[in-house]
Nanobody, 121 residues
């Protein structure tokens, strides 16, 4: 399956963005999906994950209460709603599907190319 992120951009601190992760086919509906982020020169960081059915979610402590992950399996699309953005949220955000083991580890079979999110102070 191919994944394509969109929705990134430049936003002021305190603002909001909604990222989308569009998949190429229906097998997306059978995979858990996650969002990671990566700053230049740093390791990839787990942000949020959602089960294939959407019934279970997980968040990193740094985004809990501000970000919300969701999915629409009929549209083969995952979402990350980001509110109360902070400058430290600046990174390339990547979506991933079909985890191998722990959902919070960057061991996924499918990855998108990423979308840049920049939060100005």
């Amino acid at each position: 399956v191919q994944l394509a992120e969109s929705g990134g951009g430049l936003v002021q601190a305190g603002g909001s963005l909604r990222l989308s992760c569009a998949a190429s086919g229906p097998t997306f509906s059978t995979y858990a999906v996650a969002w990671f982020r990566q700053e230049s020169g740093k390791e990839r960081e787990f942000v949020a994950a959602i089960s294939w059915s959407g019934d279970a979610t997980a968040y990193s402590d740094s985004v809990k209460g501000r970000f919300s992950i969701s999915r629409d399996n009929a549209k083969y699309t995952g979402y990350l709603q980001m509110n109360s953005l902070k400058p430290e949220d600046t990174a390339v955000y990547l979506c991933a599907a079909e985890p191998i083991g722990d959902l919070t580890k960057s061991n996924y079979n499918y990855w998108g190319q990423g979308t840049q999110v920049t939060v100005s102070s």
